[in-house]
């Protein structure tokens, strides 16, 4: 059995807190109103669109003419976006640097917008210079758990199935990367899967 050499990471709820509530808590002051925004309107389902590679000006004319009592709520969610992801979780910002002195090759495979990407992979270059690639489903118009993305994101990393170790945090998106080969961690938290890596070899 190949021994894996290399972590590739989801950046959602993995390597960072996402949560659309982060930005529209200071936008709608209610808390029924938010969750029914949430729930209703600005839904993880269409926002799903924008990680497939659809423009948020399509995606937001489409639900603010749905929505137009929402129109300016809508507008937010594409220029506003970082405001999502406030932070790394506890203790990931640690055990990526400590992979990355340890010399183990870092990479990601996201379900991200490649709009939204951008001024995001600059906010975070700190932690992101620290990967030698990642790949971005809005910009591959592929998302995970198709089987597709994991074998482009192994080509474009030059690694072989066996030799990488992919964490995320969605069973679904696991299954994926083990169907091709890929050995799949679900994150639950960094001290387990700090545990995970030096049961792998990955850490002393």
């Known amino acids: 059995m190949t021994r894996p050499i290399a972590v590739v990471f989801d950046v959602g709820n993995v390597l960072y807190d996402w949560n659309p509530r ?19 309107v600005a839904t993880k389902e269409w926002h799903f669109q924008h990680d497939a590679g659809r423009p948020f000006a399509e995606t937001s004319a489409e639900l603010s003419a ?3 009592e929402f129109a300016d709520h809508i507008a937010a969610w594409g220029p506003r976006f970082s405001e999502t992801i406030p932070g790394m979780l506890p203790g990931m910002a640690e055990l990526v640097e400590e992979l990355d002195a340890a010399g183990v090759p870092l990479y990601a495979i996201t379900n991200f917008s490649g709009e939204f990407w951008v001024p995001f992979r600059a906010r975070e270059a700190a932690i992101f210079d620290r990967f030698r690639d990642v790949v971005v489903s809005g ?24 030799e990488a170790v992919f964490v995320d945090d969605r069973e679904d998106n696991i299954e994926g990367a083990e169907a091709v080969g890929i050995q799949g961690l679900l994150f639950v938290d960094a001290p387990t899967l700090r545990s995970d890596l030096v049961r792998l070899g990955l850490l002393a």
């Open 66 to 68: 749905a929505h137009p």
């Open 22 to 40: 982060f930005l529209y808590e200071r936008l709608i002051d209610d808390d029924r109103a938010l969750d029914a925004f949430l729930r209703d």
């Open 139 to 162: 910009d591959e118009k592929l998302v995970k758990p198709d089987a597709a993305i994991y074998r482009l994101a192994l080509d474009r990393f030059g690694l072989e199935p066996g």
